[in-house]
């Protein structure tokens, strides 16, 4: 089951589709010593260019999966697909309704056990997510843990997303975040660029994501395994 691969991942790179990365760039990302890779993105997503990349992928003894943004660009052969819910909108679309056409569309053909649902909390007023899903992203603290007791205590969920996106996060609101969670798993993703960020998330977040670094400075990017692996993770609760 793909949550049970998930719960083993500490680092994970997020590759967009709709972005160029050279062959030598994937290389090094994929033979970094990373724990996965994410293949989605926000805009611009289209289905020969998530074929593409994941047939660039396939060389690598890597475990690679499909964050699903789109109905009309899954493509088949990963080793899991992410279905991202995101938690602070009010609009019924990105929480339920996408997943609902998609559940009509491919019924009994979906592989349920491939399958993992993360609940999203999007942080960033100025990212492109937070703009298409009208995301409440100016939360304070204690907004921000309640998603997480919602998650952990109500919904039960498997994994909450705090989602900066190109934005370095705050530390007192993913700790705070974190301190409400047990059982579910604390994926942090949003702004990575130093040693001190790769670090300082990595204490809070049980999975730590790295995606634009990629393709600004991928011999950093590559580090950021290193950075992430070798921090302590603070025990939830």
Known sequence: MLEQMAAGWRHVFKLDPNRRLSDLSLEKVC???????IVGGTDGITFEDIWKLQKRLRKYLLPCVLEVSDINAIVPGFD???IPSVLNTDQARWIHGAHLKAIQRYGCGIPWKQLLLLGYVILNPESK????TE????????AAASYACLVEHLFKWPVLYVEYSGKFGDENMVRAIRRQLKKTRLFYGGGITTRRQAETMAKWADTVVVGNLV????EKAVQTVSWVKETNLQEKG
């Open 80 to 82: 899991g697909y992410l």
């Open 215 to 218: 393709y600004t400075n991928v």
């Open 135 to 142: 995301a409440n992203a100016g939360l304070d603290e204690e």
């Open 31 to 37: 033979q970094s010593g990373t724990d996965a890779i």
């Open 129 to 132: 997510v937070s703009r298409l």
